[in-house]
């Protein structure tokens, strides 16, 4: 089946320093790819949409210049946490699109996540 | 706007038995997908189940099946034989169509329901 892969699993950074996560799509083209924020016993909260070649769409309240989110190939999306402080440590989730034919055939693959520490 | 809604935070059920998980939604769209997905500790999010809401008959995948209720807005998930690995959080999302919104589209989620199989 369709595969997601999420890199790093776990990073530990420095406040101000930036960090980089990118999400690859194994074995099938994502046109676009999603960003989401996890904090602990709580659901997901979308950060932006990330469509291929084109500016991510982000949510209301999603810092651009805080989050950049880079959509260059049809397999690979990065998020860069840039300026990292202690409120950004979060688990961090992507997740493709996958759609293969008609649009009943959609389905959506997600990253193991990212567990991001900012000391 | 959307709005999915898990009035159960947490549950429990002793292995080998039948749990059902609640989850009501609320759109004005006739054509969208109803999903459950099983986040273990793993934290890593698995697809559970998937409906396309024009589809009268319920989905089933082995133990697991939905009671769709589309005039009800109502998609409950029922697992059976409950095992220690279902212990996870559980978490309803809404998409709508690709037909009736294109590209970007999102899932809208529920806060979950933390799932505990007890021995």
């Known amino acids: 089946g369709a595969v997601v892969s999420q890199h790093p699993s776990r990073v530990i950074c420095k406040s101000g320093t930036s960090v980089k996560i990118e999400c690859r799509s194994l074995d099938f083209q994502a046109t676009t790819m999603f960003w989401y924020r996890q904090f602990p016993k709580q659901s997901l909260m979308l950060m932006a949409t990330?469509?291929?070649?084109?500016?991510?769409?982000?949510e209301q309240g999603v810092e651009k210049d805080k989050f950049l989110i880079n959509h260059a190939s049809l397999t690979l999306s990065t998020l860069t946490v840039t300026s990292a402080h202690p409120e950004d440590s979060s688990f961090y989730i992507c997740?493709?699109?996958?759609?293969?034919?008609?649009?009943?055939?959609?389905?959506?693959?997600f990253g193991s996540g990212t567990q991001l520490s900012v000391l | 706007a959307q709005t999915v809604t898990q009035s159960q935070p947490e549950m429990s059920v002793q292995e080998a038995e039948t749990v059902t998980l609640s989850c009501t939604y609320d759109t004005s769209e006739s054509n969208y997908y109803l999903f459950w997905y099983k986040q273990p500790p793993s934290r890593q999010m698995i697809l559970v189940i998937r409906?396309?809401?024009?589809k009268q008959q319920n989905a089933t995948e082995n133990r697991f099946s939905v009671n769709f209720q589309k005039a009800a807005k109502s998609f409950s998930l029922k697992i059976s034989d409950s095992q220690l690995g279902d212990t996870a959080m559980y978490f309803c999302a809404f998409m709508k169509h690709q037909l009736a919104a294109g590209n970007n589209r999102k899932l809208i989620w529920g806060l979950g329901t933390s799932l505990a199989v007890n021995p």
């Open positions: 997740s493709a699109r996958f759609l293969a034919g008609d649009a009943t055939n959609e389905k959506l693959f």
């Open positions: 409906q396309e809401a024009y």
């Open positions: 990330s469509n291929e070649g084109s500016k991510a769409t982000y």
